[in-house]
């Protein structure tokens, strides 16, 4: 993890192979499809976060398979495994708006419901927080060139008002997460 206990771009891939298997035994060679077809929708094709081996999470202890061998060996989650998702699942966000953090908010939102509750609670609070802090600091750029002309402050509306609606779903989906838990 980085200095600030987020995820770095191999931590993401290995979240999101280790939760992948949480949710069910799968074929090695199924295994590496949908961790690709998942991460290069969120963020797109890229080499940089593709590189994790599988191979390494089997050594680690984290995956073993049980039955058949190569792609067709049917891999399934060990408990160090779980141990290590939800370590992984609990790590802070960045602060700024970036491909990362957005695959990483992906994967808390595929994988927040193999939290126990009170796990799930603190993640809730969590992306929420966040989003509020990115919030203030857009609207106090906003502010800053209030008087500014071009387009700047038009865009900023815009994506302040995208913000704002996405605070308001989070805050609802925390709070339905409160009133069941």
Not at 8 to 32: D, F, H, N, W
Not at 110 to 132: K, P, Y
Not at 161 to 170: R, Y
Request: proline share 3%.
């Amino acid at each position: 993890m980085f200095a600030d206990n987020t995820l770095t771009p191999k931590e993401a891939i290995r979240l999101c192979a280790l939760g992948s298997l949480a949710l069910g035994p799968v074929t090695y060679g199924a295994l590496a499809i949908s961790i690709r077809h998942f991460v290069s929708r969120v963020v797109g094709p890229t080499t940089e976060i593709m590189g994790h081996s599988i191979e390494l999470l089997k050594y680690e202890g984290l995956v073993e398979a049980v039955e058949g061998s190569g792609d067709d060996a049917l891999l399934s989650i060990t408990d160090a495994g779980r141990e290590e998702m939800r370590l992984l699942l609990m790590a802070n966000l960045r602060e700024s708006s970036n491909e990362l953090n957005k695959l990483v908010v992906a994967l808390k939102f595929r994988f927040l419901h193999l939290l126990d509750v009170n796990d799930r609670l603190i993640q809730a609070d969590l992306l929420v927080e966040v989003c509020e802090r990115e919030l203030a600091r857009m609207e106090d750029l906003r502010q800053h060139h209030a008087g500014d002309p071009g387009y700047l402050v038009p865009w900023l509306d815009h994506d302040l008002s995208l913000m704002e609606k996405h605070l308001d779903w989070l805050t609802e989906q925390r709070n339905k997460l409160y009133e069941t838990a």
